[in-house]
């Protein structure tokens, strides 16, 4: 079993910076490929970022590719999302997710989710 609790979330001006971090419980946190989501008001929630077991491939939704940075601290069970320039369309409550076995780059079929932080970007 593992626990995620997502922080960092809040209220930002449009082309500011925010970081996200996601604490892990457990032992086992190494094992798991890590993702971020996001679900803004009204749609589907959606793959943003994703990053493997150790950390040496990451992968990104084409709307973030070079604004957003996903890295992880295995010794920390930590988790972080590094997010530039926001625009008011990366406006959504994200959510950290684990994997065992996969990066998915789909919302179903996730291990583990966190319960959300809420980022709203002012335009």
């Known amino acids: 079993q593992v626990q995620l609790v997502e922080s960092g979330g809040g209220l930002v001006q449009a082309g500011g910076s925010m970081r996200l971090s996601c604490a892990a419980s457990?032992?086992?946190?190494?094992?798991?490929?890590m993702e971020w989501f996001r679900q803004a008001p009204g749609k589907e929630r959606e793959f943003v970022a994703a990053i493997s077991r150790s950390g040496d491939s990451t992968r990104y939704v084409d709307s973030v590719k070079g604004r957003f940075t996903i890295s992880r601290d295995n010794a920390k069970n930590t988790v972080y999302l590094q997010m530039n320039n926001l625009k008011p369309e990366d406006t959504a409550v994200y959510y950290c997710?684990?994997?065992?076995?996969?990066?998915?780059?789909?919302?179903?079929?996730?291990?583990?989710w966190g319960k959300g932080t809420l980022v709203t970007v002012s335009s």
């Open positions: 457990g032992r086992t946190f190494s094992s798991y490929h």
């Open positions: 997710a684990a994997d065992r076995y996969y990066i998915r780059h789909t919302p179903g079929g996730v291990d583990y």
